[in-house]
């Protein structure tokens, strides 16, 4: 799955994806649910591996990656926790602290 671009209004919502196939399946069906809301998506599957793809998100080259612990531990260095929306909070916190 290559990117592939839809411009049906003027602001693009770009979805970005791991170098694997579950992160790229999840970006698909993130970014068919857009589209299905008439949301315009840029599509930028298989960027590389987790710090590539998070500097990616922070540098807002990318709008919407898939989240999940590996953000959490590995590029922020938390200790693992259960809470799903503690971990969210955390991340979106962390990755955009300072920007408007």
Do not use: C, W
Not at 1 to 24: C, L, N, P, W, Y
Not at 59 to 70: C, E, Q, V
């Amino acid at each position: 799955m290559r990117a592939r671009s839809t411009q049906r209004q003027s602001s693009i919502v770009t979805v970005g994806s791991k170098d694997f196939t579950e992160s790229e399946l999840l970006a698909e069906i993130v970014a068919q649910m857009l589209e299905s809301k008439n949301i315009a998506v840029d599509r930028q599957f298989d960027l590389g591996g987790t710090f590539l793809t998070a500097r990616s998100l922070r540098a807002r080259s990318i709008s919407i990656r898939n989240i999940r612990g590996t953000s959490f531990t590995e590029i922020l260095h938390h200790a693992p926790i259960s809470d799903p929306r503690a971990v969210y909070d955390q991340i979106k916190r962390e990755y955009f602290a300072g920007s408007t």
